[in-house]
Structure formats: structure tokens, C-alpha cells
């Protein structure tokens, strides 16, 4: 089954860590990807540009409004995600607790459905 691993930061807790701190991150996640490549579970997954080059497209009465998003007021924001391929939401659940991510802020796990899952 496919699972989305949406993959949220928390700016102020980003902020707090040192230089070194961030930069683990990303080659400890290179890693992960890398044993899900060998183990056929990778699927694919991305980085997303900050929530400040995000914009909302909302259609009202036929009008289509296009604004800056997200609010101010949210805390969390999706930085990026994965697709893995795996036996069930357990293991899911095993691979999104080793996202480095996951001890900053939070990782949630969506099943993927429809035809291209």
C-alpha cells in the first residue's frame, strides 16, 4: 500500500537549533531514503518552498481568488513530504518516526487511494 508522509515544520523550534543541528538533518534523511531505495519501498517525495511563496486558490460564485497563504496564526507548516510503498500502516509508522522531522515537529501518515495508489 502507498502512504504519504506529510512532513511538517515548526519554525520556531527550526530556529532554535544550532547550524550544526540543521545540517544533520538533511544527509540523516538522505540516508533513510537511500535503505527505502535499496528496500523497493521508495516512491518518491519532495522539499516545499516556504510557506511564504505559497499562495491559495480559492473559487467563490465562479470568481477565482488567488491570496497569500498560509495565515499567520498557524504554527506548523508542510515542508515536504514522501511516498513510500510498504506493507501496511505499521511500517508506515516505523519510517516516519526515523524522518528526522518527526522529533522537531510532527509527521503525519496518510494513505494514498484511488488509481494511482
Request: charged share 25%.
Amino acid at each position: 500500500m502507498k502512504y504519504m508522509l506529510l512532513i511538517y515544520s515548526d519554525p520556531v523550534v527550526w530556529e532554535a537549533l544550532t547550524e550544526a543541528e540543521r545540517a544533520s538533518l538533511g544527509p540523516e534523511h538522505a540516508a533513510l531514503i537511500g535503505e527505502l531505495e535499496a528496500s523497493g519501498e521508495w516512491v518518491g517525495g519532495s522539499v516545499l518552498a516556504p510557506p511564504e511563496r505559497s499562495r491559495a486558490v480559492r473559487v467563490r460564485n465562479g470568481a477565482v481568488q488567488v491570496v497569500d497563504g498560509p495565515f499567520a496564526e498557524v504554527k506548523e507548516h508542510l515542508a515536504g513530504y514522501d511516498i513510500v510503498d510498504c506493507d501496511g500502516m505499521e511500517r508506515a509508522a516505523e519510517i516516519a518516526a526515523r524522518i528526522p522531522d518527526a522529533r522537531l515537529a510532527r509527521v503525519e501518515i496518510r494513505p494514498m487511494v484511488g488509481p494511482e495508489a
